[in-house]
């Protein structure tokens, strides 16, 4: 069984730039989820959908932030404009049962 | 809310000496309690989780973590450290009311010496 798949690995932008990530979790999997990793820290929720529905987005930070996960497969996580602060790992992940499973990350480097 | 503390954001230990990463973690409902494992510029790896079932718990590469209510802790052992152990760890708490949402600790770098 293929696992979370994100794309891409790394990108480096200059400030004020657009970027996007994308994921595909595992196949069959309801639930997907974005968090945010900086250096050093453990990862932070952005959003979690349940199929297409993002039903918590509280940590979304929407003036620059968004995302979409249409048919409720692949997800899409967008930064417009990019900001020096946004430098951090980006992670998808989706769950089974109780289990969530994490994809191996998009690195951001904001110049 | 709940909330997880991990004591000791570097670990370092020799090759086939014991390892001991401690978690403790504040729920107000019965907790899930996960540990991760990311290796350098991986995602990260599930080790082993409660779910209220036995409250020792086995997971992959020889590691283990004993639920205990009563100190609120969910510490991640292993009776001998391999080189490839090294790397950071995570532990979480979600639950069954929190729709999966996972809050992490702040990591535990280990090194394990030759």
């Known amino acids: 069984e293929a696992g979370v798949v994100q794309s891409p690995r790394y990108k480096i932008i200059e400030k004020k730039q657009p970027v996007a990530f994308w994921c595909n979790p595992i196949?069959?999997?309801?639930?997907l989820y974005w968090y945010l990793q900086n250096l050093g820290q453990g990862p932070e929720l952005l959003i979690r959908?349940?199929?297409?529905?993002?039903?918590?987005d509280s940590q979304l930070p929407k003036d620059r932030f968004s995302a979409e996960r249409l048919k409720g497969v692949d997800s899409t996580l967008k930064i417009q404009p990019a900001e020096l602060g946004d430098s951090a790992v980006y992670l998808c992940a989706s769950r089974s049962t109780d289990t969530q499973y994490f994809g191996p990350g998009t690195r951001l480097t904001v110049l | 809310a709940q909330s997880v503390t991990q004591l000791g954001s570097h670990v370092s230990v020799s090759e086939g000496a014991l390892v001991l990463l401690r978690c403790n973690y504040s729920s107000s409902v019965p907790p899930y309690l996960f540990w991760y494992v990311q290796y350098p510029n991986q995602g990260l790896q599930l080790l082993l989780k409660y779910t209220s079932a036995a409250t020792l718990v086995k997971g992959i590469n020889g590691f283990e973590a004993e639920f205990k209510k009563s100190e609120t802790s969910f510490h991640l052992t292993k009776p001998s450290a391999h080189m490839s152990d090294a790397a950071e760890y995570f532990c979480a708490v979600s639950s069954s009311t929190s729709y999966g949402k996972l809050t992490f600790g702040q990591g535990t770098i280990l090194t394990v010496h030759p």
């Open positions: 959908y349940e199929n297409e529905e993002a039903v918590d």
């Open positions: 196949s069959g999997h309801n639930t």
